[in-house]
């Protein structure tokens, strides 16, 4: 499972059994109190065996202000599932989404519901390359 964290929404995107295809899956809200179990439903109704959360890096490598943020979530998920989680490099991904988006003809009001997994997707697809 990939997943495209944000302060509003979260993104999703999954895998086939052959971690071959990387596929939206759905944007979830960022509720604090059910996102973990909302997660851990998803990974037992899929089977998912593993995690990968893209955290958000500035441009030059830095730390984002949502850094923090996204490795404290990664800490409460650790405690949550059984699974091996792990993190990947996520630079520019939302914008690839969305310039993604823009040339398959959504507006904007459409991109912002479906942008999320969509970066989710390329996350997890970044991540099973380098598998």
């Known amino acids: 499972m990939g997943i495209d964290y944000g302060k509003v929404r979260i993104g999703l995107a999954l895998t086939d059994p052959m971690r071959m295809i990387s596929r939206p ?5 960022n509720d604090p109190d059910t996102i973990l179990e909302e997660i851990e439903s998803i ?3 899929e089977n998912v065996g593993e995690i990968v959360v893209g955290m958000p890096f500035n441009a030059d490598g830095t730390d984002s202000e949502i850094n923090q943020i996204v490795r404290e979530f990664i800490i409460r998920l650790k405690q949550k599932v059984t699974i091996s989680v792990n993190s990947i490099d996520e630079r520019f991904t939302t914008d690839e989404a969305n310039d993604e988006l823009k040339k398959m003809g959504y507006d904007i009001g459409q991109s912002k519901k479906v942008v999320d997994m969509i970066a989710a997707a390329m ?3 970044t991540y099973l390359d380098y598998q």
Not at 25 to 29: A, D, E, R, W
């Open 25 to 29: 899956y759905k944007v979830i809200k």
């Open 43 to 45: 990974i037992e109704s």
């Open 123 to 125: 996350i997890l697809r």
